[in-house]
């Protein structure tokens, strides 16, 4: 059974920085892609950031581009989302999901953590 936790999240003023981390354990999760996403309250969940599973390729929504990293350590079955210039708009429960590229970046992956906040205050 594949298992992902999210941690990192917090309360940040506009124009802070934040680093989440998501560690997934069980079924060679090293192999597999990751991925971030968000819900915002009132709002449907929504796609942040993806990374293929040796790093060689990373998908961003056009919100994240620019601002946030998605990167992995497969030595410590993590992968990390660094969000810079943070803005209220930000503001929701983030995801940590994994399952194949294209699964994870079609909003589809096959398994997903339980979220973590992050609040931008202006």
């Known amino acids: 059974q594949v298992q992902v936790a999210e941690s990192g999240g917090g309360l940040v003023e506009a124009g802070g920085s934040l680093r989440l981390s998501c560690t997934g354990s069980?079924?060679?999760?090293?192999?597999?892609?990751m991925g971030w996403f968000r819900q915002a309250p009132g709002k449907g969940r929504e796609f942040v950031a993806a990374?293929?599973?040796?790093?060689?390729?990373?998908s961003y929504a056009d919100s994240a581009k620019g601002r946030f990293t998605i990167s992995r350590d497969n030595s410590k079955n993590t992968v990390y989302l660094q969000m810079n210039r943070l803005k209220p708009e930000d503001t929701a429960v983030y995801y940590c999901a994994t399952g194949t590229l294209r699964t994870v970046v079609s909003g589809t992956p096959d398994y997903w953590g339980q979220g973590t906040q992050v609040t931008v205050s202006s």
């Open positions: 069980g079924r060679m999760i090293s192999l597999y892609a």
């Open positions: 990374i293929a599973w040796n790093g060689a390729d990373t």
